[in-house]
C-alpha cells in the first residue's frame, strides 16, 4: 500500500500498515524484526515517562509528538500479538471500549450520573473488585503490576488493603509512623548492615507514600517537581559561580550553601 504509507492524512490505518512492513520477515527492517514484548517493554515505559515530562513542562507541541510514540508502543505490541496468534489491534481497541462501557454505567447505562465524585470513585472499585474476581484474581493485592515504578506500586498496594480496612484512619498516625521508620534507620545505620539498612530505608519510603496517598497527593508528581526545582536552583548556583569566574568545583559547600540560599530569597521574592 505504497499510497497510504506516504499519505500524510492516513491516521490509524497508515501507522498499522507502516508496522505490518517494517515487521515483514522478508522486506522490513532488521531490528524491527528481532523485537520481542521483553525487548520492546522498556521503551514503552520510557514514551509513558515523555509523555509526563512533556505535560510536566506544558509543551503541547512536544506532547503531540510524545503521545505518537506512545502510540506507537500499542501498535508495536498489538502486531507482535497478531503475527503470535494473540491478539491483535482491533481486539486491544476493542477490550479498553468494552472496558470503559463498563465501568461508566453512569454514563452508557441505566445508572444515575447524581453521584458525588467519591461516590463514582466507590463504584467504580467495586466494578474493578467484580473484574478481578472474574479473573481468579481473589487475593486483595492481586493484580497490582510489579513492574510499576515503586512509589506507584506502593500507593496501589495501600490503596488496595485500605479498602478492606487495613488503614490508619488518621494522619497523625501516619506521621507518627514516619517519625517511628525514621528513628528505626538512624539505629541502622549504627548498627546493622547494608542490606538491613536498605531495609529500613525502603520502610521508611513505603511510609511516606502512605503519608501522600492520605493526604491525597501523587508521590511521584512530588518528587519530580521536588527534582526539577532542585535542578533550577542548582543551575542559578552555577550562574552566580560563573559570575564570579568559578566552577562547583572551585567552589566549597559553605560558599554553594549560601548562594543557594540567596536563590531560594531570590525565588521567594519573585513569587
Request: hydrophobic share 40%; with cysteine; charged share 30%.
Amino acid at each position: 500500500m505504497p499510497d497510504l504509507i506516504n499519505d500524510p492524512k492516513g491516521g490509524m490505518a497508515r501507522l498499522l500498515e507502516i508496522m505490518r512492513r517494517l515487521r515483514d520477515p522478508e522486506t522490513g527492517c532488521p531490528w524491527d524484526i528481532e523485537q520481542d514484548f521483553s525487548s520492546i517493554a522498556p521503551y514503552t515505559i520510557e514514551e509513558a515517562y515523555e509523555v509526563a515530562d512533556a505535560i510536566e513542562r506544558q509543551d503541547w507541541d512536544e506532547l503531540k509528538g510524545e503521545l505518537g510514540d506512545l502510540l506507537l508502543q500499542t501498535v508495536y505490541h498489538a502486531q507482535m500479538g497478531e503475527e503470535a496468534g494473540l491478539f491483535d489491534f482491533d481486539s486491544v481497541a476493542n477490550t479498553i471500549s468494552d472496558k470503559m462501557v463498563a465501568r461508566h454505567p453512569h454514563v452508557f447505562g441505566a445508572a444515575s450520573r447524581d453521584k458525588s465524585a467519591d461516590q463514582q470513585t466507590a463504584d467504580w472499585e467495586r466494578i474493578k473488585a467484580r473484574e478481578r474476581a472474574g479473573k481468579a484474581q481473589r487475593g486483595t493485592l492481586d493484580g497490582v503490576a510489579i513492574g510499576l515504578p515503586a512509589l506507584v506500586r506502593a500507593v496501589k498496594l495501600q490503596k488496595r488493603a485500605a479498602r478492606v480496612g487495613f488503614d490508619w484512619p488518621f494522619i497523625d498516625q501516619v506521621l507518627d509512623k514516619i517519625s517511628e521508620e525514621a528513628q528505626e534507620l538512624r539505629e541502622a545505620y549504627s548498627t546493622l548492615s547494608q542490606k538491613e539498612i536498605e531495609e529500613e530505608f525502603g520502610d521508611l519510603l513505603f511510609v511516606m507514600a502512605n503519608l501522600a496517598r492520605h493526604m491525597k497527593l501523587d508521590p511521584e508528581s512530588a518528587l519530580r517537581a521536588a527534582n526539577a526545582k532542585f535542578t533550577r536552583r542548582f543551575e542559578a548556583v552555577e550562574a552566580k559561580l560563573a559570575a564570579l569566574g568559578k566552577t562547583p568545583a572551585e567552589s566549597d559547600l559553605e560558599e554553594m550553601d549560601a548562594l543557594w540560599d540567596a536563590v531560594k530569597s531570590e525565588e521567594r521574592g519573585n513569587g
